[in-house]
């Protein structure tokens, strides 16, 4: 990690400063400082870091372990095979379930390693607002909000729906792939109406007329300002459902295009420390849903956290291979464009290649290698390539 992280060292930025010479006179001078966002953020994520490896640690001695065949109590369960995530090794505990002192210990952990999802998704979300959006997107991107909405999510922002609240439950979304389809739509609305806003403040607005029946422009900045506010309280409310969706369209652009190294390095890192807490946090569902199985009349030890359900599951994640391949079909058109604009011909090897980067940014560690809660507990860690 410390040769990964070090090209932050030296991104620095210089700063006015005042140096006293030995006559006393007193000069300005440029000093080198660490980046601000790079001096606020890396450190915050090493010490997230160091939080969800002390956690893991702590969990030695433990009273569960796992085994890598066989099922839940018999007759409780599907068989490995016929289960969703069979090729995970399944969590076992004791035939009482686990002690009080057990349980107790295992639920302040899961709250440890929740704040540190919280957090690190938050880190995450600040340096992808600050990352701009690349010149090929905003000229493919329509430039009408309602273009980019869609006629029926255009129809539940300006309906009188009260709370952002009323407004998720009329979407009536189905699955994560809906719910991701909608926040991609919705942040390019939100693009495209900053944007317009940013244009019409500059002064780069149309010329206004004195004529009577033509809309007053001032009405029309208002309605989009308040268009603005709903939609991103939708967002907010979106994500906070789905706290583990992957990268939406925009921020995978973003990622993919991005040539600020500081940048890349601390989304990548909050990012990977945000799936890694998540996946403890499923692995933690798991084994209270088997000390449940195990021991109906123990006390209710549920691990409820958004976007987790009693068994460790996401929402619906037998939808993530669609929301990786949607993406990666919008992402392919895109570089595809960008690359017939940067040059006439290009090779079947260049085109691999960016294929491969655009898969890897989509496929987030959360959904692929998964984690086991306490490194000695774990008997063995799943293939690298488990789907």
Request: with cysteine; net charge neutral.
């Amino acid at each position: 990690m410390d040769w990964l992280l070090s090209p932050a060292n030296y991104m620095v930025e210089l700063v006015p400063a005042k140096q006293n010479c030995a006559n006393g006179q007193a000069l300005e001078i440029m000093t080198p400082k660490t980046r601000a966002d790079i001096h606020v953020n890396l450190p915050a994520l090493q010490k997230l870091d160091s939080m969800l490896i002390d956690t893991l640690n702590s969990m030695v001695n433990t009273e569960f372990w796992y085994s890598e065949v066989g099922s839940r109590a018999e007759g409780r369960t599907k068989s490995a095979k016929e289960s969703k995530r069979w090729w995970l090794p399944l969590p076992q505990v004791p035939t009482n379930g686990l002690s009080d002192s057990g349980r107790k210990k295992l639920l302040n952990q899961s709250k440890v390693v929740y704040q540190v999802f919280k957090a690190a998704k938050s880190i995450n979300e600040t340096i992808l607002l600050e990352i701009p959006v690349p010149t090929i997107i905003k000229e493919a991107l329509p430039k009408s909000g309602k273009a980019n909405l869609g006629e029926e999510l255009y129809k539940v922002l300006t309906s009188e729906s009260n709370t952002a609240e009323e407004m998720l439950n009329s979407l009536n979304l189905q699955s994560e792939h809906c719910a991701l389809e909608t926040i991609n739509k919705l942040e390019a609305a939100v693009f495209a109406w900053k944007d317009r806003m940013t244009a019409q403040g500059g002064g780069k607005s149309p010329v206004r007329t004195s004529w009577s029946f033509v809309k007053d422009p001032m009405s029309e900045f208002e309605k989009m300002e308040s268009l603005l506010d709903r939609t991103e309280s939708l967002l907010q409310k979106l994500k906070s459902r789905y706290p583990n969706l992957p990268q939406t369209f925009l921020d995978c652009t973003k990622i993919q295009f991005g040539k600020d190294v500081g940048h890349a390095i601390l989304e990548a890192y909050s990012r990977v420390l945000g799936n890694l807490a998540f996946s403890i946090l499923s692995r933690i569902a798991d084994i209270m849903q088997e000390d449940s199985l195990t021991n109906p009349s123990s006390p209710a030890a549920t691990c409820c956290f958004p976007g987790i359900n009693s068994s460790g599951y996401v929402e619906t994640p037998v939808h993530a291979l669609h929301l990786r391949h949607s993406l990666i079909d919008q992402m392919s058109g895109v570089d595809v464009n960008y690359r017939k604009s940067d040059a006439s011909h290009v090779s079947d090897q260049e085109l691999s290649c960016s294929e491969g980067r655009t898969s890897s940014v989509i496929a987030t560690p959360s959904r692929g290698r998964v984690w086991c809660a306490g490194g000695d507990a774990c008997r063995s860690l799943p293939p690298t390539d488990s789907p």
